[in-house]
């Protein structure tokens, strides 16, 4: 039995939910090595190489694996595969692994599991459905297991205490048919959303998008992210990458801090694993209050820099 | 390019009805269950039937995989504006396991028999929230992906698509013939009105069954058991700011 984790990163660093793709790789039993494909990559390389529990690093570099594009990273999957034979293929449940798994899951005739959150046996994995609604136990009965991984599911592998070697794997000819052009990120000095400890989101109840400027002062003083519902969204409060819920973002921090959300169920979705939730909202009534730990009924507008005031004492 | 463009559409339980897991833990009660097609369907269908009316392509064709009422989902998309449907029957057993890699090989193999230039599907559906269906059938096809699209420009014989990624937004380009995955800010589907509802009942659905394109419908995943999630206590409503931030304190949250 042995894995590969097809790792996710910038040819600077590694992406965080690797590292939680990784723990549940380690969780099967068996090797556990791990596939960096970029244009330039070393840095990575070398990073992986450190992590707990990764036995091999397997490396390939060639200008067409830019932008991490499926019709390019699958044939080298295929041509990992069939030189190593692994029981078990994973990466994390991200946009690059969601695009990218089940193509290769195809190519080798399997069906694949996405998005498990609980490793019952090598075969055997847990997955959500209907938007976290219900879970399902599923047994994959495929000769090689292809699945994606919750990163908030399972805790992130600790970055030091490896020494993986490092191995070259041939590049495949590239298929050519696709171009990756650019990419426009949203800047923040703050958290990323779905590796924060802290979160704090906002929904319809802030009614602009300059409201949210309330939001953002708390969560400097919480070192903490910043989330919204889909209903801030659709507003146009706010750009869609900072969703929370079960087309967004599936987030769980420490603490999670829902304000003016009512709490949809597909919000809740994609954040009811928080550990502390707290909710601010004026409608004693609002469903987020059934899930919340610490309820504040109150007008977010005043509640909200009285409570940045409050932590900088 | 005026080509032939391949939707598919999903019936599955409207996205506001609360489910209910059975009580045997076998999965979620459909019957007597309203069901609707699966919202990132109807994202699909709109930019398909927005292409053919800025003239890009030329023909819609819904297509649906399941049991009778099936052919209901692909009325909805005919009513939206969808020039004909084929419904792929899937019964009994067969829907009970049927999962995205056996419908994507259903999806490739009418791609191939219509020479469609675009199929365009879902992200994901709100039942199994796979998302994998489009992924597996350009796979199939050895097609390229535009998957997430929140943009979708044509350009001779390319397709430039924007993309939902986590950090933000990319921009990538791909050969036709290709597919494509909707997400959620591609479009706003239109309401089907009264008089294409009545225009839709005179348009043709064909029938097909999975043997008839060479589908085995074997699958090898086999859901175990469905279980309700275990559910959150709701804590103590906090009179203050003051009282929250305390307590926030205490806890060692802040």
Redesign the interface.
């Known amino acids: 039995q042995s894995t590969l984790v097809v790792a996710e990163h910038t040819n600077e660093k590694l992406t965080p939910i690797t590292l939680n793709a990784i723990t549940a790789a380690s969780k099967l039993g068996g090797d556990v090595s791990c596939l960096v494909a970029g244009t330039n990559c070393a840095k990575v390389v070398e990073e992986i190489s450190k992590v707990k529990g990764v036995k091999k690093v397997l490396v390939a570099q060639h200008e067409a694996y830019k ?1 991490a ?3 390019e990273l ?1 044939p080298l999957i295929l041509e990992t595969q069939k030189q190593f034979n692994f029981t078990h293929i994973c990466a994390g449940a ?3 692994g ?10 080798l ?7 498990i959150i609980e490793i019952k046996s090598p075969d ?1 994995f847990v ?16 000769p090689v297991k292809v699945f994606t991984v919750r990163g908030t599911a399972f805790e992130a592998a600790a970055v030091e205490g490896g020494s993986a070697a490092s191995e070259d794997v041939a590049p495949a000819a590239p ?1 050519g ?10 800047k923040s000095d703050r958290p ?1 959303l ?1 590796s924060a400890k ?1 979160v704090v989101s906002g929904g319809r109840g802030l009614k602009s998008g300059d409201n949210f400027k309330l939001l953002y002062d708390l969560a400097d003083k ?1 070192n903490a992210a910043v989330g919204a519902s ?1 209903a801030a969204v659709d507003a146009g409060f706010v ?3 900072m969703q929370v819920g ?2 967004g ?1 599936i987030v769980a921090p ?2 999670y801090i829902a304000v003016g959300i009512s709490g949809a ?2 919000h809740l979705a994609g954040m ?1 694993d928080s550990k ?3 909710a601010i909202n004026k409608d004693p009534e609002a469903p987020i ?10 007008d977010l507008f005043k ?1 909200v820099p ?2 940045t005031e ?2 900088s004492k | 390019m005026s080509g032939r463009v391949l939707v598919g559409v999903k019936r599955v339980i409207d996205y506001a009805v609360k489910i209910r897991v059975k009580p045997d833990n076998s999965g979620v009660v459909t019957d007597g269950v309203k069901h609707s097609m699966n919202p990132f369907c109807e994202i699909a269908v709109e930019e398909a039937v927005k292409l053919k009316e800025k003239k890009l392509i030329k023909e819609v064709v819904a297509v649906s995989c399941g049991p009778q009422q099936s052919q209901e989902t692909i009325r909805t998309a005919l009513a939206m504006g969808a020039d004909r449907g084929i419904h792929v029957e899937v019964t009994g057993k067969d829907y009970d396991t049927l999962g995205p890699l056996q419908v994507s090989k259903i999806l490739a193999a009418l791609a191939k028999k219509e020479e469609a230039q675009l199929v365009i599907l879902g992200k994901q559906a709100i039942d199994d929230d796979c998302n994998q269906t489009g992924q597996m059938t350009a796979a199939l096809l050895d097609w390229p992906q535009g998957t997430f699209a929140s943009e979708v420009s044509l350009e001779n014989d390319k397709v430039k698509v924007v993309r939902e990624i986590d950090g933000g937004l990319e921009t990538i380009k791909i050969s036709t013939p290709a597919v494509l995955t909707a997400d959620l800010r591609l479009n706003t589907p239109r309401y089907a009105t009264l008089p294409n509802i009545m225009k839709a009942k005179k348009k043709k659905i064909a029938n097909v069954k999975p043997a008839d394109l060479g589908v085995d419908l074997t699958s090898r995943l086999e859901v175990l058991r469905v279980d309700e999630p275990p559910q959150r206590q709701a804590g103590m409503k906090v009179e203050t700011v003051d009282d929250l931030v305390v307590k926030l304190k205490d806890a060692g949250k802040v």
């Open positions: 932008g594009l499926p019709e699958t991200s946009a690059f969601k695009n990218l798994l089940p193509r290769v899951a195809a190519k005739d399997v069906a694949p599991v996405s998005d055997t997955r959500t459905i209907y938007a976290g609604n219900a879970l399902s136990t599923v047994k994959c009965n495929e298929a048919v696709s171009e990756w052009l650019e990419q426009s990120l949203t990323e779905t802290v919480l889909r750009p869609n990458d079960q087309t973002k420490e603490l169920i597909q009811k502390t939730i707290v209050f059934q899930v919340a730990d610490y309820g504040l009924v109150a509640a009285e409570m409050a932590l």
